[in-house]
């Protein structure tokens, strides 16, 4: 079972993302693309049970400009599964 990120829209500062086999527990985190540095906020930590769904993400007034992605990390804080790159403006 093989966990996926999709990044699906960001519009007004709020990320849409749906996920495959991520069980509960799991963190999704923003990494900038540029650094490869995982930003400490947001994080969205997945609750339900069932390994499929949906996540919005708001993104706070600090994350500036640029290329970013979305890391999907285990309970064990490793990385699983990564959304393809968008940017904010």
Known sequence: ?????????????????????????????LVDKTSDQQ?????????????NGMLRIRLPGT??????YLKALNGHGAGVAQSVEFYVG
Do not use: C, H, Q, W
């Open 39 to 51: 930003l400490p906020d947001p994080v969205a930590t997945v609750a339900s049970p069932v390994p």
């Open 63 to 68: 994350v500036k400009p640029g290329a970013y």
């Open 1 to 29: 079972m093989n966990p996926v990120l999709y990044f699906v829209e960001l519009d007004n500062r709020i990320i849409s993302a749906t996920y495959r086999n991520l069980m509960i527990g799991a963190k999704v985190v």
